[in-house]
Nanobody, 122 residues
């Protein structure tokens, strides 16, 4: 099983990026899919997660109203990031959790992608 995250890059403050994450090796239709991020010198933090059937999502306060998480039912999750800020600069990781309800706890996610770097210039 492998999770591949991509879509990161360099963008100016106020700009937009879309991150994608695709799993291979099996399907994850019954799993929660989420995004975490880790900025230089900081701990990994929750960004967003979406339920297994895609009917509900939760967001970190810092990204609420700017980021949108979505998924297909089987193997891909996306993160649309609007109005990016310098403080959004981080390596972003996708993660899948073997449960139907979204969680903001990294320990509850058993599958992780390799990360994609997002750099927001001010």
């Amino acid at each position: 099983v492998q999770l591949q995250a991509y879509g990161g890059g360099l963008v100016q403050a106020g700009g937009f990026l879309r991150l994608s994450c695709t799993a291979s090796g099996r399907t994850f239709s019954s799993y929660v899919m989420g995004w975490f991020r880790q900025a230089p010198g900081k701990e990994r933090e929750f960004v967003a997660a979406i339920t297994s059937i895609g009917n509900s999502a939760r967001y970190a306060t810092s990204v609420q109203g700017r980021f949108t998480i979505s998924r297909d039912n089987a193997d891909s999750v996306y993160l649309d990031m609007n109005v990016l800020r310098a403080e959004d600069t981080a390596v972003y990781y996708c993660a899948f959790r073997a449960a139907p309800l979204a969680s903001d706890r990294a320990l509850e996610y058993g599958y992780w992608g390799q990360g994609t770097l997002v750099t927001v210039s001010s």
